[in-house]
């Protein structure tokens, strides 16, 4: 095992993807970003990202040359060709334009189109709350669940995410994440390679049964939330594929080549951000004051954790002691 701080972390993932063929303002925003997630415990779309990545790039899946630009703007709504090159840097010129618009018109659209795999979509929203404004956060990706009814992948786990800001002294903002299947799919993939099975209910075979088989469950499709009980998973997951595809410009999941691969088309997907500032309505101080009470009474009952406290716990420990990364996975980006 390795114990890496993470600006050590940082440095090496950054020439990691340099070496793959990403451009250094695109290798340092993606290795900002799995790091990140690494050190919040989002191990699923964090350093055993790198690898993936890279083979993409060296593989022609990714533009490593690609420049993130605005396409189109008008009003509150603005698009963003991220130009088929890794997702963060098109997702920051997105998030930065939307937080400026907003703050003029009160609301902001920003869709990125020809895009890749974006990893925690709630970190994007970061900017967001540090302006004092309200983020929602939508991302779709090759196909891994079925429509309701259905038992071939249509949508991907298409995660949801919102960043709600708090007063400074009040503590930090509520960070919401999930995803729209029962489980993300990168704790499938984390299963796979450590040889670990699943639990009943995660995922189904190629042939649309239930498994507790990783490498199976990879290969067949995730169940989206709720799925054993009611159709809502499938239909949110429609909701956002809509939004971020048929919006702004971008390929179906079922269009998109499975990332776990490493030759195929260029996933070509797309991501979505809404920008509120909160004083185009009833006012930020309102806003505040109601967030307060809200949070106030969901405390009265013990057991209750704030969303993102998780996250920010381990961050904070992670930016005193560093990470400590597997031999195996850093050498595989490393050599």
């Not at 381990?314 to 597997?326: D, I």
Request: glycine fraction near 12%; hydrophobic fraction near 50%.
């Amino acid at each position: 095992m390795a114990s890496l701080s993470l600006a050590q972390a940082t440095a090496l993932v950054d020439a990691a993807l340099q070496r793959a063929g990403a451009h250094p303002d695109m290798a340092q925003s993606t290795a900002q970003a799995l790091v990140l997630a690494e050190a919040q415990g989002q191990g699923g779309h964090g350093l055993s990202r790198v690898a993936q990545y890279a083979s993409h790039l060296r593989n022609g899946r990714v533009d490593g040359a690609a420049q993130a630009r605005v396409l189109r703007q008008r009003g509150g709504a603005v698009l963003i060709d991220a130009g088929e090159g890794l997702a963060f840097p098109a997702c920051a010129l997105g998030i930065s334009t939307a937080i400026a618009a907003a703050r003029l018109h009160g609301v902001a659209f920003a869709g990125i189109a020809r895009s890749h795999h974006c990893g925690v979509v709630v970190d994007h929203l970061r900017p967001v709350a540090a302006a004092g404004m309200v983020g929602l956060g939508f991302a779709n990706s090759p196909a891994a669940m079925p429509a309701a009814g259905g038992r071939h992948p249509v949508f991907g786990t298409n995660p949801v995410a919102a960043v709600f800001p708090r007063r400074a002294e009040a503590g930090d903002p509520l960070l919401i994440d999930l995803s729209l299947s029962e489980v993300a799919r990168g704790k499938v993939m984390v299963a796979a390679k450590a040889g670990r099975p699943i639990p009943l209910g995660w995922a189904l075979d190629a042939a649309g049964q239930p498994t507790t088989d990783a490498h199976a469950a990879l290969a067949g499709s995730m169940l989206p939330v709720g799925a054993a009980t009611s159709p809502k998973g499938a239909l949110l997951a429609l909701v956002v594929e809509l939004l971020v595809t048929a919006l702004v410009g971008s390929r179906f999941g079922f269009e998109a080549d499975s990332f776990f691969v490493d030759a195929g088309n260029r996933p070509r997907i797309g991501q979505a951000f809404i920008v509120i500032d909160p004083g185009a309505l009833a006012g930020s101080d309102s806003f505040y004051d109601r967030i307060e009470v809200l949070l106030a009474e969901m405390l009265r009952d013990d057991g209750v954790r704030l969303p993102g406290a998780r996250r920010q716990a381990l961050l904070r420990q992670a930016q005193a002691s560093g990470l400590t990364v597997a031999d195996e996975l850093l050498a595989s980006w490393t050599h």
